[in-house]
């Protein structure tokens, strides 16, 4: 299937979705967020799919921010209407989604292109990214989720500095303050996140959806994280994955999981 501002390639179960707006810096517009939106949906339910990287083409910016053009007339309505498309079709989508996705972090990951990077379940990051939540300069807060992720992953007081401040980050300062898990050169960016993919696919894709809804579920303060973990990881027992697992390791031998 063709898209206007993404690019699709499987490799083996491994999807990359290359961000392509290059002249742009890859900024988000509405419609790559239909675009993400679309393609998302159909890699959910493909079976030939479980693990998703997503990236932006080139070397310069994994997304430079929002396309700021086309909110920049926006009253309270529309920036209402905005944002709560936006996550409920892209960043919460993406940060529930049962299947991993990697943010493979190349170049300037601003505003919008962080908060997309946040909604990924790992980041990793290319030795020359720049990363930042700038909209406070602009006059308004982060409206995908940045506020509340940001928060959650390098903890209240680095969030409130970044956020207040709208500096800019190195990637070095984002592996030492957890933002990302890796950092690599930009040649070596996807092999790494391909890499990464590989040894996930080792594991069972049922525990895995079940892995990442506990998780989430911890950082949901209506939820009880630790009750929901203790019914999601009894459920596992009732799984095929579960049985071939645990057979293969008392056979000495690697799993063939079916996803069941």
């Known amino acids: 299937m063709k898209f206007k ?8 179960l491994i999807s990359v979705v290359y961000i392509n707006r290059i002249k742009k810096l890859n900024s988000l517009n509405i419609g790559i967020l239909e675009e993400i939106n679309h393609l998302f949906k159909i890699l959910k339910k493909d079976n030939s799919t479980r693990i998703i ?8 910016a994994f997304v430079a921010g929002a396309d700021i053009s086309e909110f920049s007339n926006f009253k309270s309505k529309e920036g209402f209407n905005l944002s709560m498309k ?12 049962n299947k991993p996705v990697i943010a493979a972090i190349n170049g300037y ?29 602009l006059g308004i807060i982060p409206g995908y989720g940045g506020t509340q992720r940001l928060a959650q992953i390098v ?17 070095d300062r984002a592996l030492a303050i957890g933002l990302v898990s890796k950092v690599v050169s930009s040649e070596e960016l996807i092999d790494s996140a391909i890499k990464m993919s590989k040894k996930i696919l ?13 998780i989430n579920f911890g950082f949901n303060h209506n939820k009880n994280g630790l009750k929901n973990e203790i019914k999601l990881f009894s459920e596992c027992f009732d799984s095929e994955d579960f049985n071939e697992g645990t ?11 079916k996803g069941r």
Do not use: W
């Open 5 to 12: 501002y993404l690019i699709h390639e499987q490799r083996d």
């Open 53 to 60: 990287i997503i990236t932006g083409k080139g070397d310069k």
């Open 86 to 97: 936006g996550q409920n079709e892209v960043f919460n989508f993406i940060e529930t989604l």
């Open 109 to 137: 990951a601003l505003g919008g292109g962080l908060e997309l990077a946040l909604s990924c379940h790992i980041r990793i990051a290319s030795k020359n990214s720049k990363m930042g939540l700038p909209e406070t300069s």
């Open 155 to 171: 903890g209240r007081g680095i969030a409130n500095e970044m956020i207040l401040t709208a500096d800019f980050i190195d990637a």
């Open 202 to 214: 080792t594991n069972s894709p049922f525990a895995i959806s079940k892995a990442i809804k506990a």
């Open 247 to 257: 057979n293969a390791f008392i056979d000495k031998r690697k799993p063939k999981f």
